[in-house]
């Protein structure tokens, strides 16, 4: 299967696509990844295939893959399992 490369338009649908439809996931990457337990907005800026950014309130995070993203497909799979590694409050 071909999938679609990182570039700044697929960062910005990625980002886009956080921001509106899993926030939750993007407060629970501020705290646990970002080390940021209270905060009144964390948004994700962008995503390149070593890190994402994020911006909390007024500071900004860059978090780092544990790995170098192949494409757009490896970044969902990844941050799903990024997700999926943060323990249950």
């Known amino acids: 299967m ?4 990182i570039t700044q338009e697929s960062s910005t ?3 886009n696509h956080m ?3 899993h926030n939750d996931a993007v407060n629970a990457y501020a705290k646990y990844y970002g080390k ?3 905060f009144k907005s ?3 800026i962008s995503l390149s295939s070593e890190s994402f950014q994020i911006k ?3 500071q900004t995070v860059e978090i780092k893959f544990d790995h170098i993203l192949q ?4 970044a969902h799979k990844t941050l799903v399992k990024m ?3 943060i323990p249950a409050p």
Request: proline share 0%; charged share 40%; glycine share 0%.
């Open 56 to 58: 909390i309130d007024e």
């Open 2 to 5: 071909n999938s679609e490369a």
């Open 13 to 15: 649908r990625i980002c």
């Open 83 to 85: 997700i999926k590694a």
């Open 71 to 74: 494409d757009c497909s490896d």
């Open 42 to 44: 964390a948004k994700m």
């Open 36 to 38: 940021i337990q209270t």
């Open 19 to 21: 921001n509106k439809d």
